[in-house]
């Protein structure tokens, strides 16, 4: 079991930045980042390894997506620049096991947050 925290939502125009933030209860090997529109699938766009570092990205946000650990403080960033409308959706937090391909969404995770909104007008 893994509690998650998320923060940092809200509201931007076309161009902006967000940081989303997650905390979590404890640590984990993979830490990642998915989103959801209504009526649509959930889409991964970012994870990252605690151990080692190595991050993915969904082609969607490559080049502008950063994705980050602290490690001592059980924290995971996503920065978000040069928002665009399609980045508008829930944005969840989940963290787990070990995973080959941690931005499928039929990865087994441990724990999800309960999903902040991101918005993006143009």
């Known amino acids: 079991q893994v509690q998650l925290l998320e923060s940092g939502g809200g509201s931007v125009q076309a161009g902006g930045s967000l940081r989303l933030s997650c905390t979590a209860s404890?640590?984990?090997?993979?830490l990642a980042w998915f989103r959801q529109v209504p009526g649509k699938e959930r889409e991964g766009v970012a994870a990252?390894?605690?151990?080692?570092?190595?991050?993915f990205y969904a082609d969607s946000v490559k080049g502008r997506a950063t994705i980050s650990l602290d490690n001592a403080k059980q924290t995971m960033y996503l920065q978000m620049n040069n928002l665009e409308p399609d980045d508008t959706a829930t944005y969840y937090c989940?963290?787990?096991?070990?995973?080959?391909?941690?931005?499928?969404?039929?990865?087994?995770?441990?724990?999800w947050g309960q999903g902040i909104q991101v918005n993006v007008s143009s």
């Open positions: 989940a963290a787990g096991r070990w995973l080959p391909n941690p931005l499928a969404v039929t990865g087994p995770f441990d724990g």
């Open positions: 404890r640590s984990t090997f993979t």
């Open positions: 990252i390894f605690s151990v080692g570092g190595q991050t």
